[in-house]
């Protein structure tokens, strides 16, 4: 599997003379499989970049784009792929419907004239739209399966497995409690309750999904002290993506989704922390802070 990193900025891009080393573009991923087959992770502004580069090499695209869910970060980019206005290609988007918007209006209704000139109908290429709910199916011959996660309307994590190499992406997620819970409208008292009853503990099914993952990508939006102020707001920090990364038994755990306000520094420091308390815990795995442009082959 090799992974190169588009957009890794939470919220809101954030171009300037503080994030050029980390970058200021909103969460996409490439992943490329053994052949060459391309899968993308999430459509924030980091796709237009991909977009472009696949464009200048000329590539005939047929992909498959995994959306975490519907927040602006993550689906902002799409009308700015140009490989989604070439006819002959054929692009796959994958995530959840919402009560209210089922997927393909989650991804049109953004291009409607009041906000886009182009509209979703208008594109040459072939689009498909497949929701998926908590399932496991194929992409090529990768094995993806998917979890909902705590984040408000809920995040899809996904887990992709591919000729005994995992990865698992992991955009937006906080740690679960029941105080962070109940202000989420997807966490109402009774459908928590009845909830944790169905499917165990938000956090522990986590860890059961992520276990043994070559490659962890995961929110670690805030920092421990920051993150008093933030309950609810459906992000981590930094200490608990480790101690994720550490029950799960990952091999390599990626900082991802930066907090919009976060310098070059900013960032430097924590990974700095957490390299520092990977070594006093103990624990075994490699920590990377997720970077625009940073490739990663296993
Ligand atoms: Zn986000
Ligand atoms: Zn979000």
Redesign the pocket.
């Known amino acids: 599997m090799k992974l190169k990193f588009w957009g890794v900025r ?2 809101i891009p954030t171009p300037g003379k503080s994030t050029v080393k980390y970058g200021g573009n ?2 996409s991923l490439e992943l490329r499989l053994d052949n060459g087959e391309l899968i993308i992770l999430d459509a924030g502004t980091g796709i237009r970049n991909l977009g472009d580069h696949l464009i200048a090499n000329g590539e005939s695209i047929r992909t498959y784009i995994l959306i975490t869910h519907p ?1 602006w ?2 689906i902002q980019g799409f009308p700015f792929f140009k490989p989604a206005f070439v006819s002959g290609n054929e692009i796959t988007v994958i995530g959840t419907d919402r009560e209210e918007i089922d997927l393909q209006h989650i991804i049109a209704d953004q291009m409607k004239k009041i906000y886009f000139p182009i509209q979703l109908n208008e594109l040459k290429a072939k689009l498909h739209f497949r929701s998926v709910t908590e399932e496991l199916f194929n992409i090529f011959d990768a094995r993806v399966r998917t979890l909902y996660v705590n984040h408000p309307g809920f995040t899809v994590g996904y887990r992709i497995d591919y000729r005994g190499k995992s990865l698992v992406y992991i ?2 997620n906080e740690p679960f409690d029941k105080e962070s819970a109940t202000r989420m409208t997807n966490f109402e008292p009774i459908v928590l309750k009845k909830f944790i009853e169905q499917h165990g503990d938000p956090n522990q099914r986590i860890v059961d999904f992520i276990h043994g993952a070559d490659v962890l990508i995961h929110d670690a939006t805030y920092t421990p002290e920051e993150y008093v102020d933030k309950v609810g707001w459906g992000h981590s920090h930094y200490l608990f993506t480790l101690k994720l990364a550490n029950d799960a038994k990952v091999k390599h755990c990626v900082l991802f ?1 930066h907090e919009p306000n976060r310098t070059d520094e900013n960032i430097d420091k924590i990974l700095e922390k957490c390299r520092h308390e990977i070594k006093q815990k103990q624990f075994t795995f490699q920590c990377t802070a997720a970077y625009e442009g940073l490739e990663i082959s296993w």
């Open positions: 939470g919220s909103t969460p927040h970060d993550h955009s937006d989704h």
